[in-house]
Structure formats: C-alpha cells, structure tokens
C-alpha cells in the first residue's frame, strides 16, 4: 500500500506522462496533420538531419533511435504521431515550421512563469515535469505541498493544450485508483533507456578524441616516420572499430527496451 507521498509522486506521473501525453500530443496533431508530409519536406528533413548529425562542435540533439521513428527502414508503417514521446515531439514543434514560440524569458528548457499562459509555455510545462519526474524517481515520494504546485501547474497546461475529455481525465486522476505496479514498472523501464542513452553518448565522445587524433596525425605525417605513424593510426582504428561496435550495440540495447507510450500507456496494459 502506497503512502500519501508515494502515491502524489505517482498520481503526478499519471497525470503528466498519462494524460499531459495525450492532450501535448493533440496540440501537435494540430500543428502537424499530415506528419508524413511534414517529415518528407526536403527543408524540414534537412533542418532534422543537422539535428542528427550535427556540424562538428554543436550538441547533437536527435539519437539515432528517435530517427529510426521519425524515418522508419524501408517497408516499416509511415510514422505518427502516436509513436513519439514527449521529447520528440516537443523538438519538433520548436524546430520545424511553424515554430511554437518560445516562453518568455526561460524558453523552452525551464519552468514558465506562472502567469504565461502561451502554447510555448505549457509545452514546456509538460517538459519540465517529465524531467522533474525522473530526477526524482529514486526518492518517490512528493510532499502535499510540492504535490499541490505541481498539479496546478500541469493541469494548466493540459486546460491549454487538450480539450474537454483531457479536462475531465485530469480531474478523475486525482481520484481515481490507479495502477501503481504498472507506473513504476514503465518508470523503470523509462528510467533504463535513459542510463543507456547516456552511456551511447559517452562513448560516442570517445570515438570523435580518436578520430581527432587520427587526424592530427595525419596532418603531421610528413614529418614523423611514416611507419610509425601507419602503426599508431592502425592502433587508433582498432580502438574507434570496438568504440563504434559498443555504441551500435547500446543503440540496438535502448531499443530493445523501448516501449511506445501512447494514449493507451505501454501495450494498452499499464495504465487503467
């Protein structure tokens, strides 16, 4: 039986990930009615695919598995909406036209002020308080005091961005009895995504040091002995081959785990 923490922390997970889902994911079917058009735009493939695979020195922001959804291999159904997470969808509406405007003053990676009732400010709501969720998923547990705040504030942003049966959905969440085996359980599976992630880009960073290496190597080649130089760039692309075959094998791991959470909850089953 849940204490009365346990159970604000995982009504709070209900509301945002269940509910909050769905009515972010309304807004974006409205934004974007025809994703497959959108995503086969040769200027919105382009803008994605520096998102992707970004010029050296910027952050990469699209994995590859959000790009295997958002262009599944050939033969695979034509994407929707209802394959992507909050986080893909949300870098889609701040990057691809027509861009959601960003909050005032804090964009999109902060919580807004209260008083900014704008589309950009409950997207980034949602976003927040999904952070906000597994930064806390260890502890669990939510005060009535933090609870309260955090209710007010994501019941907000699905007034503004869902409609009357999202409404009606957030309040039943407050009352009704909920699945909590089956919320922690997706959180946990969520959570598992998430190490895997940052351990691909961990070694993803390993891989460019090599490859950098190599290169000044290669610079300098007129200058050292060439047989020496062959065998250290040799030893450099034996290390970049294991480092690339790890990465490929976290990605092929993250997706193995990964679970579609869409209106029904993972499998339909998660979530009463």
């Given amino acids: 039986m849940a204490t009365k923490e346990e159970d604000n922390f995982l009504r709070v997970v209900y509301l945002n990930y269940r509910v909050g889902t769905t009515a972010l994911r309304r807004y974006f079917d409205s934004v974007y009615p025809n994703?497959?058009?959108e995503l086969s735009s040769p200027p919105n493939k382009a803008i994605l695919a520096s998102l992707h695979k970004?010029?050296?020195?910027?952050r990469r922001v699209l994995y590859q598995e959000q790009w295997d959804i958002l262009y599944p291999?050939?033969?695979?159904?034509?994407?929707?909406?209802a394959k992507l997470d909050v986080t893909l969808m949300v870098c889609l509406l701040r990057n691809l036209p027509p861009m959601v405007p960003p909050p005032a003053l804090n964009g999109f990676d902060a919580l807004p002020l209260a008083s900014d009732v704008s589309y950009g400010a409950h997207i980034a709501r949602i976003k927040y308080y999904k952070n906000y969720i597994v930064s806390h998923s260890k502890d669990g547990k939510l005060s009535d005091a933090d609870f309260n705040k955090i209710w007010i504030d994501i019941d907000m942003a699905i007034n503004g961005l869902g409609n009357q049966q999202d409404i009606t959905d957030a309040a039943?969440?407050?009352?009704?009895?909920?699945d909590f085996k089956s919320i922690i359980e997706y959180l946990n599976i969520w959570m598992?995504?998430?190490?895997?992630?940052k351990r691909s880009v961990e070694h993803?960073?390993?891989?460019?040091?090599h490859a950098s290496k190599i290169a000044k190597l290669e610079t300098?080649?007129?200058?050292?002995?060439?047989?020496?130089?062959?065998?250290?760039?040799?030893?450099?692309?034996s290390?970049?081959?294991?480092?690339?075959?790890?990465?490929?094998?976290i990605e092929q791991e993250v997706k193995s785990v990964k679970i579609d959470f869409d209106v029904n909850g993972p499998k339909g089953e998660y979530f009463i």
């Fill in 35 to 37: 994703l497959p058009a």
């Fill in 54 to 58: 970004p010029p050296r020195g910027q």
């Fill in 73 to 81: 291999p050939t033969g695979a159904p034509v994407v929707s909406s």
């Fill in 172 to 178: 039943d969440a407050k009352i009704k009895v909920l």
């Fill in 192 to 197: 598992g995504i998430k190490r895997n992630r």
């Fill in 204 to 209: 993803s960073g390993k891989i460019f040091d």
């Fill in 220 to 237: 300098t080649v007129e200058h050292l002995d060439i047989g020496k130089v062959e065998q250290s760039s040799a030893d450099n692309a």
């Fill in 239 to 249: 290390k970049i081959a294991i480092l690339e075959t790890t990465v490929e094998y």
